[in-house]
């Protein structure tokens, strides 16, 4: 065994444990400039190659940006990485479309209230505007990606980072049910009118920060997915 392959599962972490106990301390913070490889290696006594492998783990990780004749950046790129990592886990998980239902129940309701009181006026108009794209849809594929959009502004309206990241992993899942769902609820309900007024009450409890008023368009829905989801 050559000396790099025995190098290889010990060294370049020698590199990731120092940017992660750099962070931890307080030392580097989001746009800070590393080391160059070179300096690096010969700070932890490790290979360039090994410190190369170790960057590379933490770009991978969303934790560095790197720039081709700048050098690595300390980045905040979480955001992707976690939901393409729960994605997976989603899948192979093999969640069904009642696991899909209730977790996204569960995010929505916590998301709700820190949405009532951390909501932007931007995100206030943002709001208004999908549900008014969503009330003039004239077809169903339209209807869906504002009825999307919709709760998506509500969860990114709580402003946590991991509800938010969450809830982006679980949407590229659930795509694949929103519009049979739809579809169930609106058969159930010969018409989408029930359903579209949820969405209307849960918007202008959020625009006045009526958290009741937000909570009952929210539980309306769910409400409904739970009642015509068998269909």
Request: net charge negative; hydrophobic share 35%.
């Amino acid at each position: 065994m050559t000396e790099s392959a025995r190098e290889r599962p010990k060294t370049y972490k020698a590199a990731v444990d120092f940017v992660r106990q750099e962070i931890l301390e307080g030392h580097l913070h989001p746009g800070d400039k590393l080391p160059t490889e070179r300096e690096l290696a010969a700070q932890l006594d490790i290979s360039r190659n090994s410190v190369r492998e170790g960057l590379r783990v933490l770009e991978n990780l969303g934790v560095l940006s790197s720039t081709q004749g700048s050098g690595n950046y300390i980045a905040l790129n979480f955001d992707e990485t976690i939901s393409e990592a729960l994605s997976f886990l989603y899948h192979l998980r093999g969640m069904q479309e009642g696991d899909v239902t209730e977790f996204r129940w569960m995010i929505e309701r916590e998301a709700l209230p820190l949405c009532a009181s951390r909501i932007s006026p931007a995100q206030k108009q943002t709001l208004m505007d999908a549900l008014r794209h969503l009330e003039a849809a004239t077809t169903e594929e339209e209807r869906i990606r504002w009825d999307k959009a919709l709760h998506r502004i509500m969860v990114q309206g709580s402003h946590n980072e991991f509800l938010i990241a969450s809830y982006q992993a679980l949407t590229s899942f659930m795509d694949r049910y929103i519009s049979t769902m739809r579809q169930r609820i609106i058969r159930g309900m010969l018409g989408n009118n029930q359903l579209e007024a949820s969405h209307r009450l849960l918007v202008e409890g959020l625009i006045s920060q009526n958290l009741e008023k937000a909570r009952q368009g929210l539980e309306n829905h769910f409400g409904y997915i739970e009642t015509y989801r068998h269909l």
